[in-house]
């Protein structure tokens, strides 16, 4: 399946900084969703992107597919505790397997 | 809340032994998808069924390991003469259709 990278591997915030982690890919993807995982928890869907230049908001969440469809961002403004956890992009391929990235690990420190 | 439910959750065994696991959908989801996650890696595909069709198989998924899902409903994985590089998280995710995927909480398999 299609690859994705994903950058950084870990990052270690003080409460209210911002965070941005990144999925990159060598090839146009059809679509990209974005998963978190708490620690000892499974993954849990966030959203889907289909669309070149999608930019979609949860709340202090933003996701966005970039304009050639290689690239995607999660960015989290202000920073809280319950966000710890790893953060997945993945792509679903055409048989519905979704191919993830490694995950980048997100510490928030009082 | 009748999600997807994963037995057992922890498995110890010795290397040479067979194991078995269990999923339970969501009900109504006609697909089912396991997967296999190693610590700091993301989750890794090995097989998906629509209803009881096993339609795509991982190149991941050795002769070692089987799955099933005998009447659309819950699903088994079963991994024979296990070896010490199968110690993993196995996950299963249930979807209607092409849908959102819901995840299990897992059976962490331990190999000695």
């Known amino acids: 399946g299609q690859q994705v990278m994903q950058i950084p591997q870990y990052q270690h915030v003080q409460e209210g900084e911002d965070f941005t982690t990144y999925c990159n890919s060598s090839?146009?993807?059809?679509?990209i969703q974005w998963y978190k995982q708490r620690p000892g928890g499974h993954p849990v869907f966030l959203i889907q992107?289909?669309?070149?230049?999608e930019v979609k908001k949860q709340k202090r969440l933003t996701f966005q597919f970039g304009e050639a469809k290689k690239n995607s961002s999660l960015h989290i403004t202000a920073t809280q505790t319950t966000d710890v956890g790893t953060y997945f992009c993945?792509?679903?391929?055409?048989?519905?397997?979704?191919?993830f990235g490694k995950g980048t690990s997100l510490l928030v420190t009082p | 809340d009748t999600g997807v439910s994963q037995n057992p959750r922890h498995k110890i065994t010795k290397r040479g032994q067979n194991v078995t696991f269990r999923c339970d959908p969501i009900?109504?989801?006609?697909?089912l998808y396991w997967y296999r996650q190693t610590l700091g890696q993301g989750p890794e595909f090995l097989t998906y069924?629509?209803?009881?069709?096993?339609?795509?198989k991982s190149r991941l998924l050795s002769d070692r390991f089987s799955a099933e899902r005998p009447k659309g409903s819950f699903s088994t994985l079963e991994i024979q003469r296990t070896e010490q590089g199968d110690s993993a998280m196995y996950l299963c995710?249930?979807?209607?259709?092409?849908?959102?995927?819901?995840f299990g909480p897992g059976t962490r398999l331990t190999v000695t």
């Open positions: 995710a249930s979807s209607l259709d092409g849908g959102r995927q819901y």
């Open positions: 090839t146009t993807l059809s679509n």
């Open positions: 992107l289909v669309k070149s230049g």
């Open positions: 993945a792509h679903k391929n055409s048989g519905y397997a979704l191919n």
């Open positions: 009900s109504e989801h006609n697909r």
């Open positions: 069924f629509q209803n009881e069709a096993q339609l795509e």
